[in-house]
């Protein structure tokens, strides 16, 4: 079962620094784009950053300058590092795939993380 997981949320002040991961484990043959997501308390989930394959990077307009994702095809793994975070950051961030998967058969599928917490607050 592929499987995606987050890690390095937590409480940061205003102007602070996190570095976000996200582990794919699982059959899997390649993963296409990677990505994260976030949900603020009462906002729709938005797109925050994406990677492609060939490492290609989007930004939504509200962290360009501040955050950088990276990816490690090696092992598996989307990075997002976030700097000069600022109280309107706080969101449960989702880690998101695009995979091609082995089991049960060969296909495109679309994976999520369970998410983490971060919180800019001073």
């Known amino acids: 079962q592929v499987q995606l997981v987050e890690s390095g949320g937590g409480l940061v002040q205003p102007g602070g620094s996190l570095r976000l991961s996200c582990v794919v484990s699982?059959?899997?043959?390649?993963?296409?784009?990677m990505g994260w997501f976030r949900q603020g308390i009462g906002k729709e989930r938005e797109l925050v950053a994406t990677?492609?394959?060939?490492?290609?990077?989007k930004y939504a307009d509200s962290v360009k300058g501040r955050f950088a994702v990276s990816r490690d095809n090696a092992k598996d793994t989307v990075y997002l590092q976030m700097d000069n975070l600022k109280p309107e950051d706080t969101a449960v961030y989702y880690c998101?795939?695009?995979?091609?998967?082995?089991?049960?058969?060969?296909?495109?599928?679309?994976?999520w993380g369970q998410g983490t917490q971060v919180t800019v607050s001073s």
């Open positions: 998101n795939a695009d995979i091609w998967t082995l089991v049960p058969r060969y296909n495109l599928r679309n994976y």
């Open positions: 990677i492609s394959s060939g490492g290609t990077r």
């Open positions: 699982g059959s899997i043959s390649s993963i296409n784009s």
